[in-house]
T-cell receptor, first 113, second 115 residues
Framework: KQEVTQIPAALSVPEGENLVLNCSFTDSAIYNLQWFRQDPGKGLTSLLLIQSSQREQTSGRLNASLDKSSGRSTLYIAASQPGDSATYLCAVSPGGGADGLTFGKGTHLIIQP | GAVVSQHPSRVICKSGTSVKIECRSLDFQATTMFWYRQFPKQSLMLMATSNEGSKATYEQGVEKDKFLINHASLTLSTLTVTSAHPEDSSFYIC???????????FGPGTRLTVL
C-alpha cells in the first residue's frame, strides 16, 4: 500500500526566505506526482504536476523535483511571501493513472510579514 | 486550469437524513471523477472512483450502500450520503481527471455537519 510522508509537518519563516518542502513515497511505481495548495476550509489548488518520466517542473517562484527511484520529491519556494501561507499537499497517482491520488498529511506553512 | 464546482458548499442536516452533493466539471468532460473525504487536521482520503456510465469503485472500508455515487453524464457526478450520522460529518471534495496528462482538478469542497 502506497504511503506518502511530508516533512516538516509545519514551518514558519520570515518573508523573503527560500524554502524547501519534502515529500517521500514508499512505492516508486507512480504515474505522476502533484503538489497542491490548500487554504483553510477550502478546496485544493493544483500547483505543479510532474510525470513519472520527468525530473522537475517550474511555475513562477515554485520548482518541484522528482526522484522516482528514491521515492522523493521536493517543492522549492523562492522569495516567500505572506500570501504563500497555506497547507501544501503532495499526492501520487499509481502506475497506469487509473486510480485516485494518495496524499501526504501536508506541510502547514506560515510566512511571517 | 480546468474548473470543477461543487454544490452545496456547506450543509447541516439532522441525523438520519440523506444529503446529495454535486460535482461538475465546468469547461471539460470528465470520464472519471473521484470523491475524497477529509477529517479535521487529516489529509484527504480517497473514497471512491466514479466512472461515467458505470458503477463506482469504492475503496476498502467505504460502504457503497451508504455513499451512493452516480455519474450520469461526462460533466456531473453526485455523492449521496444516506441516513447520515454525526460521524459522517466531514469535508467532502471531488476531483475530475483530465485525460491529456492525468492531472486532477479539485472542487472547492462541501462541509457536511450532521447533528
Amino acid at each position: 500500500k502506497q504511503e506518502v510522508t511530508q516533512i516538516p509537518a509545519a514551518l514558519s519563516v520570515p518573508e523573503g526566505e527560500n524554502l524547501v518542502l519534502n515529500c517521500s513515497f514508499t512505492d516508486s511505481a507512480i504515474y505522476n506526482l502533484q503538489w497542491f495548495r490548500q487554504d483553510p476550509g477550502k478546496g485544493l489548488t493544483s500547483l505543479l504536476l510532474i510525470q513519472s518520466s520527468q525530473r522537475e517542473q517550474t511555475s513562477g517562484r515554485l520548482n518541484a523535483s522528482l526522484d522516482k527511484s528514491s521515492g522523493r520529491s521536493t517543492l522549492y519556494i523562492a522569495a516567500s511571501q505572506p500570501g504563500d501561507s497555506a497547507t501544501y499537499l503532495c499526492a501520487v497517482s499509481p502506475g497506469g493513472g487509473a486510480d485516485g491520488l494518495t496524499f501526504g498529511k501536508g506541510t502547514h506553512l506560515i510566512i511571517q510579514p | 486550469g480546468a474548473v470543477v464546482s461543487q454544490h452545496p458548499s456547506r450543509v447541516i442536516c439532522k441525523s438520519g437524513t440523506s444529503v446529495k452533493i454535486e460535482c461538475r466539471s465546468l469547461d471539460f468532460q470528465a470520464t472519471t471523477m473521484f470523491w475524497y473525504r477529509q477529517f479535521p487536521k487529516q489529509s484527504l482520503m480517497l473514497m471512491a472512483t466514479s466512472n461515467e456510465g458505470s458503477k463506482a469503485t469504492y475503496e476498502q472500508g467505504v460502504e457503497k450502500d451508504k455513499f451512493l455515487i452516480n455519474h450520469a453524464s461526462l460533466t456531473l457526478s453526485t455523492l449521496t450520503v444516506t441516513s447520515a450520522h454525526p460521524e459522517d460529518s466531514s469535508f467532502y471534495i471531488c476531483s475530475a481527471k483530465v485525460y491529456s496528462n492525468n492531472e486532477q482538478f479539485f472542487g472547492p469542497g462541501t462541509r457536511l455537519t450532521v447533528l
